[in-house]
């Protein structure tokens, strides 16, 4: 394993990258209604990301990714790739961001609802959420990936909801997926522990029905093998003397 400890130089650079990501979300939300395709939800953050922040959209051709953001709607897991699915009343979307900035990524994402949506989808977006902040107040000196990982799991099958199993948060800065992995299920005191100065995103993948997925013939797209709904919520941290340091959080002020 190769997991690299970010100076304070890198530090700050990484705050840029998030800070960006976090804005390129506040942006989106007025335009996430019925009538829109994800592919204009694509092409709206694509002309943000590199007009007006002069920053690169990392998806974009990273192993071959098409777009420059992932839309993953209602049963979609993740990476789905943007297109002509228009947005109708009652989708919930994830949108993922990550964006490059002078060599560093910061990468974020959140879930939006399309005019009302249904009891069981606020509920999976709500424990999705819940399960990311349960995650990051973990993020501290001395707390091992397993405490992460158990802490999460924990939380989400209590609300009778499933942790995808098939991806997981990861270390991240000039590199968009370095080492460590960070599995959303696991055991308390197993696993890597957290020193100041590491840099990893926390995005636990929940489904309303089990936990199984399977991946589309595009080679991206990720659904629930039940069809059921699935929501997803990230944030890219740092680990600070004393504990967790946001580095995505948007205008609002809260994870
Ligand atoms: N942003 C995703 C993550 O959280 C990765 C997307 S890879 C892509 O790790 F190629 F699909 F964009
Ligand atoms: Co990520
Ligand atoms: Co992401």
Request: aromatic share 4%; hydrophobic share 35%.
């Amino acid at each position: 394993m190769n997991v690299t400890i970010k100076t304070p130089e890198e530090q700050a650079q990484m705050r840029t990258a998030g800070r960006l990501a976090a804005e390129v979300l506040d942006m989106i939300g007025e335009h996430v209604r019925p009538g829109v395709t994800t592919g204009e939800l694509d092409a709206i953050c694509h002309a943000w990301i590199t007009e007006r922040q002069q920053a690169t959209p990392a998806p974009l051709n990273y192993r071959g990714f098409p777009k420059s953001i992932c839309t993953s709607v209602n049963h979609v897991v993740c990476h789905g790739i943007p297109g002509d699915r228009k947005l109708r009343d009652g989708d919930i979307v994830n949108i993922d961001i990550t964006v490059i900035k002078d060599g560093f990524h910061g990468d974020t994402s959140r879930m939006f609802h399309v005019g009302n949506t249904s009891v069981q989808a606020r509920r999976v977006s709500d424990i999705a959420r819940n399960a990311l902040l349960i995650g990051i107040d973990k993020v501290r000196p001395g707390t091992r990936l397993g405490d992460i990982g158990h802490a999460i799991q924990t939380y989400v099958e209590a609300n009778r909801c499933s942790v995808v199993r098939e991806y997981c948060g990861h270390g991240i800065g000039r590199v968009f997926h370095e080492d460590p992995q960070v599995l959303h299920y696991g055991r308390p005191g197993t696993g890597l522990e957290l020193v100041p100065g590491m840099t990893f995103t926390i995005e636990p993948m929940v489904n309303a029905g089990k936990r199984h997925v399977k991946l589309l013939g595009d080679g991206w797209t990720v659904v629930t093998k039940d069809h059921s709904l699935s929501a997803q919520w990230e944030h890219t941290l740092l680990v600070t003397d004393d504990g967790v340091e946001v580095l995505t959080l948007g205008a609002s002020g809260t994870p």
